[in-house]
């Protein structure tokens, strides 16, 4: 709009519309959504989408209705489509679901909205508002990431057992085959062989839930049972869960440019460890105790890491203990400012990881055969590890904190093998673990727990207390407890989480669980202190070509058939052994995306020799060309006396190859 909000008195609404002028509206035309079925207003932000129109409701006999302001009067913008009085529920025995089935057929079949972006937003059903709840509860302001990409938006019960508080004559069961269509739709339209991202979730505010439910469905419930069947279809969840749901400007927050990838703080030394008494004078047995992780979560949803983790985050008391931030790395595509903003502030003693289920919230197990209730006989491990190797990798991610398998049954070894590719410093099990297994064991050289307890979500001293009390009762010299693990002696590996809870808070349990701690060996540690004592602990190994890289000379954009210097690469070796320069080398290839090697090279370590924690230089033996234009990718890694990649590798890095000189490197 061309003019001066400054100069406006922006005391509502209305007087922003009325400042519009005929002259600024000439390309905007509408899609009218219909009052009476709430679904509508959903159907309208699809269409949005597709075709550029203003969603707007018809309300013509209300005054100041955005319909009388533009439509009506003013600058009496065009009716390109209008939906009033479309749908009178023939097909489904439901207005609500005709209106989606209708979309289905017109928008998603046809390939008109992405097949891998759906919005769970709640409809106009939320004007009745009998809940009394702030306005920012309606998540209107989060369809603008969802409109700019295309998404199609629902808003459906996912009990089959009862019919929807929303729309109560519907038959049993109808909103929730009318779900399951749609998300089969996106399974099939991607052939199977993406993840599809799921933003929102069920709006327990004002439907399907507790009071709303006929059979008195849970929130949690109600979640485990959405993401049983969404797992099923490839779906993963972007969880703008209430109450914390709202987030305005995605649309334009998803532009913000970050760098290829990012460093995080590494894992301790050896010697760190001997140092702190962790481990004896050699370095081969680990001091009995108990060792654990505090994790803070639950940021698997770009809403509630935009409103909550800056609050709890700019804490003077961060720092002071290590601390599991459990960010998933999907959700930059709606905030990638926090993603940059944590890496700069961040301490010695902050890590960042992945929280629930990976680059995105899912049950794992229903990535596999047999996958009730979608019936895909197709497994998608191996999409869900080569999504997640994206975002691992971007972020500098090899924990993950926190797989969650809520009413998917038991963890299963196929399951967590999915994980290693890309989580190989290790994972942690939340539930639905195999009774037989110890809480913690190795699984080829990862190391895998299960997570001990949540901790109370309060602030007092009292409770605060009771968190340091639920840490010590797992501690064998307190609770003499021979059942907590198959360990022969005292040392124990635990991973606690706690939602929402600030720096301070952390320090404070921390605090309280070193002063009443009594005979209890017990210390609280980064992830990658767990999973590198516990590799002692267990028989594996610390040496594994296990780095992180800094930075790297190849260029992004490039001329075709054009030289360019031999490529240089900063590592960390992340190894508890020196690296040798006769035996430690770097290897780098650029491919297409069938993965044709089209050029490929050497880099050897410019130092003799690089310690356990030490940054190095690499230098190409080979100069940098590439023949023909075209989209490559690079990849490059620590390589031994084999040749072959170790764990961490960069990958998944795009080189732009043109025929004439870009215009800038």
């Known amino acids: 709009l061309h003019f001066t909000l400054h100069e406006l008195p922006m005391n509502d609404l209305v007087t922003l519309i009325k400042a519009v002028r005929p002259e600024q509206t000439t390309a905007w035309s509408v899609v009218l959504y219909d009052p009476k079925v709430a679904a509508t207003s959903n159907v309208a932000s699809t269409i949005a989408g597709i075709s550029g129109v203003l969603p707007i409701c018809y309300r013509p006999h209300v005054k100041d209705s955005v319909y009388s302001l533009l439509v009506n009067s003013g600058p009496q913008l065009k009716v390109n489509i209008s939906l009033v009085d479309k749908f009178t529920g023939n097909v489904t025995s439901s207005k609500k679901c005709d209106a989606y089935e209708w979309a289905r057929k017109e928008y998603l079949l046809t390939r008109q909205t992405s097949s891998s972006l759906i919005a769970y937003y709640i409809d106009y059903f939320w004007t009745s508002n009998t809940q009394h709840l702030p306005y920012a509860q309606a998540t209107l302001t989060n369809h603008d990431y969802f409109i700019a990409n295309k998404a199609f938006f629902l808003d459906l019960d996912i009990w089959g057992d009862e019919a929807p508080n929303d729309d109560p004559t519907q038959k049993v069961g109808t909103d929730r085959a009318t779900f399951e269509s749609i998300v089969n739709t996106t399974y099939h339209l991607t052939n199977g062989e993406q993840m599809i991202h799921l933003g929102g979730f069920t709006p327990w505010a004002w439907k399907y839930v507790g009071k709303f439910s006929k059979h008195n469905h849970q929130g949690v419930a109600t979640e485990w049972e959405t993401m049983y069947v969404l797992s099923s279809y490839n779906v993963y969840a972007d969880a703008d869960a209430c109450c914390l749901a709202w987030m305005a400007n995605g649309a334009f927050f998803q532009h913000y440019p970050l760098p290829d990838h990012f460093v995080q703080n590494g894992p301790p030394t050896k010697q760190e460890l001997i140092d702190k008494g962790y481990l004896d004078k050699t370095g081969t047995k680990v001091t009995p105790g108990l060792y654990y992780m505090l994790y803070a979560g639950d940021y698997d949803a770009a809403a509630w890491a935009t409103n909550q983790l800056p609050l709890l985050w700019n804490d003077t008391n961060r720092g002071k203990v290590p601390i599991a931030w459990a960010v998933d790395a999907e959700l930059s595509l709606r905030n990638p400012m926090i993603f940059e903003y944590l890496q700069q502030t961040k301490s010695p003693n902050d890590f960042l990881i992945s929280g629930d289920s990976g ?180 028989g594996g190994s610390n040496v594994g070509n296990f780095a992180s890289f800094w930075n790297d000379t190849v260029p992004r954009t490039a001329q075709a058939d054009h030289v360019y210097p031999a490529p240089q690469f900063w590592v960390r070796n992340e190894d508890w052994a020196t690296w040798q320069k006769t035996e430690v080398h770097l290897k780098w290839e650029v491919t297409t995306a069938t993965k044709v090697v089209v050029t490929s090279g050497m880099a050897t370590m410019q130092l003799d020799t690089l310690a356990s924690g030490a940054t190095g230089h690499f230098v190409g033996t080979a100069v940098f060309k590439i023949a023909k234009p075209g989209t490559y990718w690079l990849k490059y890694g620590i390589v031994g006396k084999t040749g072959t990649y170790g764990p961490d590798t960069m990958q998944h890095v795009q080189v732009a190859v043109s025929s004439s000189i870009p215009h800038s490197q």
């Open 359 to 538: 680059s995105g919230y899912l049950n794992p197990t229903q990535l596999f055969p047999p996958r009730k209730p979608s019936g895909a006989t197709k497994s998608a491990g191996e999409v869900w590890a080569r999504w997640n190797q994206v975002w691992f990798q971007k972020f500098n991610y090899k924990f993950e904190g926190f797989i969650i398998q809520g009413d998917s049954g038991q963890m299963t070894t196929q399951a967590e093998k999915a994980y290693l590719p890309y989580s190989h410093q290790g994972m942690v099990v939340q539930g639905g673990f195999d009774t037989k297994k110890p809480r913690y064991y190795m699984l080829e050289n990862t190391p895998v727990f299960h997570q001990a307890s949540d901790l109370p979500g309060c602030d007092s001293p009292k409770c605060i207390k009771q968190a340091a009390e639920r840490i010590l009762s797992y501690c064998h010299k307190l609770n003499n407890d021979s059942t907590l693990d198959t360990a022969e002696d005292d040392t124990h590996f635990y991973m606690f989480r706690s939602v929402l809870r600030s720096a301070t808070w952390q320090s404070y349990v921390a605090g309280n669980v070193s002063s009443l701690a009594g005979g209890c060996n017990v210390h609280v540690v980064s992830p990658y202190t767990l999973s590198y004592l516990a590799r002692v602990k267990l």
